[in-house]
């Protein structure tokens, strides 16, 4: 079964930092999203990749920018953290053309204080 | 861009009820419509999709009906069980060459009370 690893469970970081989020596939999937999910706003995308060093604007990418400098691995970061991006972060993949699913990650709860 | 309104936002039914969540795409464009379902702490998982050629899917107590003129689709429960109980996310997406890049509603709450 496909995995999608999300190197924390939870973050808790403080105004101003650098935050990195990690997401690793193990199924080469051309496609990985980094999505947002805030009560009662759904799963928002701030960013997505459709191939290795290609990245593409979502809904909501102020604040965010994105790596991919391998097929497996997609990387969000905050470059100055600030408290209205505490929220729940998804990272999801897809094989590519023709095949839409999205098998997400199990989520990282950061906490900008 | 795609945008995708859901409703209800939260909905409550009695065990053996049956439940219907409806959705609203914008984008004509948009040919393939999935469901996910996310369980307490646990991550969204696919558990139904529909492509604009189809009209009705099923999949023993679950189904989804599209209605492309009108741009509308819903899903529909039927003898609802506890562990149904759960956030239910619709999505529109399209293909802008290649790849499917899904918009979700802003989810539903289903609670099933015993």
């Known amino acids: 079964d496909v995995k999608v690893t999300q190197s924390s469970r939870y973050l808790v970081k403080r105004t101003g930092e650098k935050v990195f989020l990690e997401c690793v596939q193990d199924m080469d999937h051309e496609n990985m999203f980094w999505y947002r999910q805030d009560p009662g706003l759904g799963l928002r995308l701030i960013y997505f990749s459709y191939d290795v060093k290609m990245k593409e604007k979502g809904d909501i990418p102020e604040g965010y920018s994105v790596s991919r400098e391998k097929k497996e691995r997609f990387s969000l970061i905050l470059e100055s953290a600030s408290t209205n991006q505490t929220s729940m972060y998804l990272c999801?993949?897809?094989?590519?053309?023709?095949?839409?699913?999205?098998?997400f990650g199990s989520g990282t709860q950061l906490s900008v204080l | 861009g795609e945008n995708v309104e859901q409703h209800p936002s939260t909905l409550s039914v009695q065990e053996g009820d049956s439940a219907v969540i409806k959705c609203t795409y914008s984008d004509s464009a948009s040919n393939y419509f999935p469901w996910y379902k996310q369980e307490l702490g646990k991550r969204p998982q696919l558990i139904i999709d529909?492509?604009?050629?189809?009209g009705e899917k099923k999949d023993q107590r679950i189904a989804v009906t599209l209605n492309k003129t009108a741009k509308h689709f819903s899903l529909h429960i039927t003898e609802t069980q506890p562990e149904d109980s759960a956030v239910y996310f619709c999505a529109a997406s399209r293909e802008p060459g290649g790849s499917y890049i899904p918009t979700f509603g802003r989810g539903t709450s289903l609670i099933v009370h015993p």
């Open positions: 999801a993949s897809s094989a590519g053309t023709g095949h839409e699913k999205l098998f």
């Open positions: 529909i492509r604009s050629n189809v």
